[in-house]
């Protein structure tokens, strides 16, 4: 691990080492892996204030395993979803207008390193070449991978956490990724996972969600269907169903090995999951 050659090598200032936090499996298990090895280590994770419970318990079992503080950074405008919501007069977000990534993730984590020189460490994994993580144009930054450098894969990452007592955040159980409650990265199946573990996020989320009878315009959080539809009992299991049935394509594909995540993949957005970002899903 070098920061040799780059720009923030030549900066006068001393060069901090952060290490951001989504609350997801893969960032903790860097956490883990890198304990011990980064000097003055700084550990963040960018609090959008619509996280599940699930991800604060986690964080909290992993800050005692690091016997380190996690700092949470919040948006430091004054504006967090809502209020911004508001302003762009209740359009959602969506894998093609990421503000909330924007705002609640990336500004908040920006504003934290200043224009310090920082090492800032990704958890993608050698497993993942196709994904880029959090990138930004800021030279004074320079982005590690030490999974990718390591040949750190998937498997690696779930023994890393077991080893270290700490699991898997419970929200895996029916959800393949961390964030938002509401984020729209998620498929229909963990909408469904939403309504029947968080049924009370279930309804603020659709909360959100207006119809515009003078324009006719609706603002939902999937394409074509909105969580009212998505949650009636006929609708739920057509979901299940077809859930079940890329399970079960999976189960051969993989001869039996397959693992949960496997099957979330086959989804259609998996795509538009590839853009979004480490801070948020790692
Ligand atoms: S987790 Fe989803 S909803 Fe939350 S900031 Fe990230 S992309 Fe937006």
Redo the contacts with the bound molecule.
């Keep these: 691990m070098t920061t040799k050659g780059s720009l923030i090598e030549q900066s006068e200032k001393p060069v901090r080492h952060i290490l951001a936090l989504s609350g997801g499996k893969d960032s903790s298990a860097l956490a883990v892996y890198m304990r011990g090895k980064i000097p003055n280590v700084e550990y963040v994770f960018c609090d959008?204030e619509?996280e599940l419970d699930e991800t604060y318990e986690y964080l909290l079992k992993l800050e005692a395993f690091l016997g380190k503080k996690i700092h949470h950074l919040k948006y430091s405008s004054g504006y967090g979803f809502d209020e911004i919501l508001k302003i762009k007069n209740g359009f959602l977000?969506s894998p093609k207008s990421?503000w909330?990534?924007e705002v609640?993730?990336l500004k908040p984590y920006e504003d934290y390193m200043g224009d310090d020189p920082v090492v800032s460490y990704v958890g993608i994994r050698a497993d993942e070449l196709h994904r880029m993580g959090y990138i930004t144009a800021n030279p004074n930054v320079k982005t590690l991978f030490p999974f990718k450098d390591n040949n750190i894969r998937r498997e690696d990452v779930m023994r890393i956490l077991k080893d270290a007592g700490l699991g898997l955040p419970l929200y895996y159980e029916w959800r393949s990724r961390s964030?938002?409650y509401?984020?729209?990265?998620q498929q229909k199946r963990e909408w469904v996972g939403l309504l029947e573990n968080h049924p009370n996020l279930f309804e603020k989320a659709k909360a959100y969600e207006k119809f515009d009878k003078l324009t006719g315009e609706r603002y939902t959080w999937n394409q074509g269907e909105s969580l009212e539809e998505l949650a009636h009992p006929d609708r739920i299991v057509q979901i299940k169903a077809d859930f079940e049935k890329r399970a079960a394509r999976a189960r051969v594909a993989f001869k039996g090995n397959q693992k949960l995540k496997d099957v979330w993949e086959d989804e259609d957005c998996e795509e538009d999951f590839e853009i979004?970002c480490s801070l948020?899903?790692l």
């Design positions: 959008t619509k977000p990421r909330c990534t609640l993730k964030g938002c509401f984020c729209f990265f979004s948020c899903h």
